[in-house]
């Protein structure tokens, strides 16, 4: 049987069960729910954290003799005050009396702890701490749930995920307030990179587009809520608005009782009775026979994972024999001994740099989700900018996401995946590269200042296809036991370019062309790079490192192959 036969096998059981059924339904909704709280705790912190104007608070009567006699003239600014005496000499000073806020000081965290004019760049720091926390989570929690498995790492993330956004809405200090954002971010990672593997692995390989089609619209939608939330809950405290934020979570409690395992891992793991207990439940709950179901998986899931490994004990052993011989028996035997000889290896965080084409795929992948997340990040912090209002900005800059989930569910399958990819990173970078240049030439006209809103609104559009084109296409390239590890290792990748992104605001002050122009030149760079990965569009998922690189189909791949193994079409190319 040929090398992937395993998960062509899976597959077929899965669609047997009947993918659209009542159990695949229940499974993804409960799963694909946690997109709601992933967005608000990365997102959280424009409106939680936002600006509260301010100046010096003036001095009143009382204190009138602070000033020197000879002060002929006060100016309260927003982080010093000025004087000017009788000589002409202009002289300033902190604050004397501290400062004045334009809301009350409960509304925004930054008025609260006083986190302006010296202390402004504490908030900064404390989404520094969030994404360096989202790297340490995407490569810890996704290696582990390779190993131990996807639900305790998806549930155990997401009860953390709770207990932090709780806890961060009764912090007395900023101090204590900082350690809770590095934890938020390690947890946010564990619990949406567990839920897409999880997700992914529940469907079979023709419908493995429909996670990535609902979580896409799920996240835009997720966008727009925290907007609309916010706006409704602007005249409370901000710890009212973050324990809203985090209530989002509390059904993860359910999910104890309600979350299966990954059927997919249970069997590359050997671990083939809780995966039968899990096909019984699903064959149920969708009104399948359970006994074709099971006769299917045991006569090509286990047959196969049996007939791959060197048989035992000689000509008499029941993995060998005829059913028939055997009072039809083999298949039972077998899968007690699969079980205590899983057949996949294990693979290690090290098989990502082992491998020539592993770490091949692992660097253009990771080059992609730097641009992707640099880029998308970098154009949704600016735009609170888009309008007066930063509640109407961030809804427009939001709203424009909802279509993402219908262009990508009519061509992801259509022109494939690294298609999709080529044309919506070039509408990117066209886009942004246009904006850059309408905006130099036309100066201040107010048909160019729309015309640049239109092009940023089309370049996030398009990069926010891409990105839920990468959720879907990264796992797809690596094989079972390194597939969630691979998501966490593009996801820290991707933490660097969200990293990178803040500085882009400082960057436009001083060179109001250069930002558009290097997210838009990266957003080119990217299908260039991608032409050397494989198109995953209808194919199975690899179970090992061996299947994952006989869908190698770049030229030079398959040249190399050809002269290699002239005479040998299915032979694993020697780069590995």
């Known amino acids: 049987m040929a090398e992937d036969d395993t998960s062509q096998a899976i597959d077929d059981v899965l669609i047997t069960l009947g993918w659209r059924g009542r159990y695949q339904v229940l499974q993804l909704i409960q799963l694909l729910l946690c997109v709601f709280p992933l967005a608000f705790n990365i997102l959280s912190i424009v409106f939680i954290g936002k600006a509260n104007e301010h100046r010096c608070r003036e001095i009143d009567n009382a204190t009138s003799h602070m000033w020197p006699p000879d002060v002929i003239n006060v100016t309260y600014e927003r982080c010093r005050v000025t004087w000017l005496n009788i000589t002409g000499e202009t002289m300033s000073a902190s604050c004397p009396s501290g400062?004045?806020?334009?809301?009350?000081?409960?509304?925004?965290?930054?008025?609260?702890?006083?986190?302006?004019?010296?202390?402004?760049?504490?908030?900064?720091?404390?989404?520094?701490?969030?994404?360096?926390?989202?790297?340490v989570g995407a490569v810890l929690f996704t290696s582990l749930a390779d190993k131990y498995g996807r639900k305790p790492f998806h549930i155990g993330c997401h009860i953390g995920l709770l207990t932090v956004g709780v806890a961060s809405a009764f912090v007395p200090a900023f101090s204590a307030f900082l350690p809770l954002r590095f934890f938020q971010g390690a947890f946010q990672q564990g619990t949406g990179l567990c839920c897409g593997i999880l997700c992914m692995e529940i469907l079979p390989a023709r419908h493995r587009f429909v996670q990535s089609v609902i979580g896409s619209f799920l996240w835009a939608f997720g966008m727009v809520v925290l907007s609309l939330v916010a706006y409704l809950m602007r005249d409370v405290s901000w710890r009212y608005l973050q324990l809203a934020f985090a209530g989002f979570s509390l059904y993860c409690i359910l999910q104890i009782w309600f979350t299966d395992e990954s059927v997919r891992w249970l069997v590359a793991n050997g671990k083939i009775k809780q995966a039968e207990q899990i096909l019984k439940k699903a064959a149920a709950m969708?009104?399948?026979?359970?006994?074709?179901?099971?006769?299917?998986?045991?006569?090509?899931?286990?047959?196969?994972?049996?007939?791959?490994?060197?048989?035992?004990?000689?000509?008499?052993?029941?993995?060998?024999?005829?059913?028939?011989?055997?009072?039809?028996?083999?298949?039972?035997?077998?899968?007690?001994?699969?079980?205590?000889?899983?057949?996949?290896?294990?693979?290690?965080?090290?098989?990502?740099?082992?491998?020539?084409?592993v770490s091949l795929c692992t660097a253009i992948n990771g080059f992609?989700?730097?641009?992707?997340?640099?880029?998308?990040?970098?154009?949704?912090?600016?735009?609170?900018?888009?309008?007066?209002?930063?509640?109407?900005?961030?809804?427009?800059?939001?709203?424009?996401?909802?279509?993402?989930?219908?262009?990508?569910?009519?061509?992801?399958?259509?022109?494939?995946?690294?298609?999709?990819?080529?044309?919506?990173?070039?509408?990117?970078?066209?886009?942004?590269?246009?904006?850059?240049t309408v905006s130099s030439l036309a100066g201040d006209e107010e048909a160019a200042g729309i015309a640049v809103i239109v092009l940023s609104l089309l370049g996030k559009f398009s990069i926010s296809v891409t990105f839920a084109v990468l959720f879907l296409f990264t796992p797809e390239q690596f094989p079972t036991n390194l597939r969630n590890a691979s998501l966490g290792v593009a996801s820290m990748s991707g933490r660097v370019g969200a990293m990178v992104a803040p500085y882009s605001r400082t960057l436009s002050r001083h060179y109001p062309w250069a930002t558009g122009t290097i997210f838009g030149l990266c957003c080119l760079l990217v299908p260039l790079c991608m032409r050397m990965l494989p198109e995953t569009c209808g194919r199975e998922l690899p179970q090992t490192i061996e299947q994952m690189t006989i869908y190698i189909t770049t030229p030079y791949e398959v040249t190399y192959r050809k002269k290699k193994y002239p005479n040998q079409k299915n032979k694993k190319a020697a780069i590995i």
């Open 99 to 135: 400062l004045e806020f334009s809301e009350p000081v409960d509304r925004s965290m930054v008025s609260e702890w006083n986190l302006v004019c010296e202390n402004e760049a504490l908030t900064d720091v404390s989404q520094t701490l969030l994404l360096v926390g989202m790297m």
């Open 368 to 436: 992609a989700w730097i641009v992707n997340s640099m880029t998308y990040y970098g154009l949704s912090m600016t735009s609170v900018s888009l309008a007066d209002d930063m509640y109407l900005g961030f809804f427009l800059s939001a709203a424009v996401e909802l279509p993402t989930a219908i262009v990508f569910t009519c061509l992801v399958e259509r022109i494939g995946r690294k298609k999709c990819c080529d044309i919506f990173h070039v509408l990117a970078g066209l886009s942004l590269l246009l904006s850059v």
């Open 286 to 357: 969708n009104k399948v026979s359970e006994k074709k179901v099971l006769d299917l998986f045991r006569s090509k899931v286990l047959r196969q994972r049996l007939t791959s490994e060197k048989p035992l004990g000689g000509d008499n052993n029941p993995l060998t024999m005829d059913p028939a011989e055997n009072g039809g028996e083999t298949l039972q035997t077998g899968l007690l001994v699969a079980e205590e000889r899983p057949e996949l290896a294990q693979y290690s965080f090290m098989d990502f740099f082992r491998y020539k084409y």
